[in-house]
């Protein structure tokens, strides 16, 4: 029976790599009869891990990322832990790590915007990305255009080795009733219809350029930007947009059913979830033709061109809900996983 651990440090908070361990290892446990698990996380008390007490190793490890302690630390709980190989949903693994590893890689974002970052900070990542591409034994790539980015800058031989798996949309994530979305219209204190924008504010997201093409639409309807980061505090803003700062992700569905729509103007997106849990509570989506957003919009998005004018004209211009992609499921990025993690082992 494979013993293989998964680093879960990520899990916390609302970042993307966070959604997809919470989503993905209670997905994969449920599957795993063959292969046993243990999980490497910041606390035992996170809400998550509740209902995975009995089914899995449970080891804490309160050690920050890209810290000293990391390369010192993990590497011994690895070891003490006995397991074959480590699973990663990030590219982040310790210089020293004792046994195979697989990595997720979600998008290279600091190669196409390096200046999100310090400088010591782009050099480790180039650095820690380099080494965990080239020692990994598979990669998994969560579209074809991250692949494709992957392959581009570290070789085509890197292909040999790399799987395209796809992320889900959680069961949460379906329509709500009239209801639902009068309590948070209630709740959030929205008088007018609105569009909907979730996700941080650093520069490939490319939020000025929505709040610009709002100010030329105007349209008889709120933007609502549901944001954090201290990048929101160099947004110029006009009349009619309400920043939130903090929504707990199970008010998203009853938001994403409530909108008029949900815009994203995201130059560059490894796989783009907050579009397809958009599209699966019924609303309709405008969003740029790039990356891989062009790759995963299901039909019925309306794509246009990164510019003021296309996504005024869009504002103005509403298209109908998409189709549900019923095709990203949480337990088909499992089984995928967990085949790909089997494999691996040997």
Excluded at 75 to 101: K, M
Excluded at 295 to 310: D, F, K, M, R, S
Aim: proline share 6%.
């Amino acid at each position: 029976m494979a013993e293989i651990g998964i680093d879960c440090r990520f899990s916390l908070g609302h970042s993307g790599i966070g959604r997809y361990t919470r989503e993905l290892v209670p997905a994969l446990l449920s599957k795993a009869t063959d292969s046993r698990f243990t999980l490497f996380v910041r606390s035992r008390d996170e809400e998550w891990l509740k209902d995975l007490a009995g089914v899995c190793t449970i080891v804490e490890a309160d050690i920050p990322h890209y810290s000293v302690a990391e390369q010192l630390r993990m590497p011994s709980l690895f070891r003490e832990s006995g397991i074959e190989l480590l699973f990663s949903p990030h590219f982040n693994v310790p210089l020293r790590c004792p046994v195979p590893f697989v990595v997720t890689i979600h998008d290279l974002i600091l190669h196409r915007y390096p200046n999100q970052a310090s400088f010591l900070k782009r050099r480790a990542y180039h650095f820690l990305m380099r080494r965990s591409v080239h020692r990994a034994e598979r990669i998994i790539a969560v579209s074809a255009f991250t692949a494709q980015e992957i392959s581009r800058a570290y070789g085509e031989d890197i292909a040999d080795k790399m799987t395209v798996i796809h992320e889900g949309v959680s069961s949460q994530f379906s329509p709500r009733s009239e209801a639902e979305q009068q309590e948070m219209r209630r709740r959030y204190g929205f008088k007018r219809e609105f569009f909907l924008y979730v996700g941080n504010a650093k520069e490939h997201k490319n939020v000025q350029l929505l709040l610009d093409a709002y100010a030329e639409a105007h349209p008889q309807a709120d933007l609502v930007l549901v944001s954090e980061g201290k990048e929101t505090k160099n947004l110029s803003f006009s009349d009619g947009i309400i920043l939130l700062s903090s929504v707990p992700d199970e008010h998203l569905p009853a938001l994403y059913s409530a909108a008029s729509a949900m815009v994203t103007p995201s130059l560059y997106e490894g796989f783009g979830l907050p579009l397809l849990e958009a599209v699966a509570c019924g609303c309709p989506v405008i969003a740029t033709n790039s990356s891989a957003i062009a790759e995963l919009a299901p039909p019925g998005a309306l794509l246009v061109e990164p510019t003021v004018h296309a996504f005024a004209h869009a504002l103005r211009n509403l298209p109908p809900p998409a189709a549900i992609p019923h095709s990203f499921s949480w337990q088909s990025a499992a089984e995928e996983t967990l085949s790909l993690l089997q494999e691996a082992c040997g």
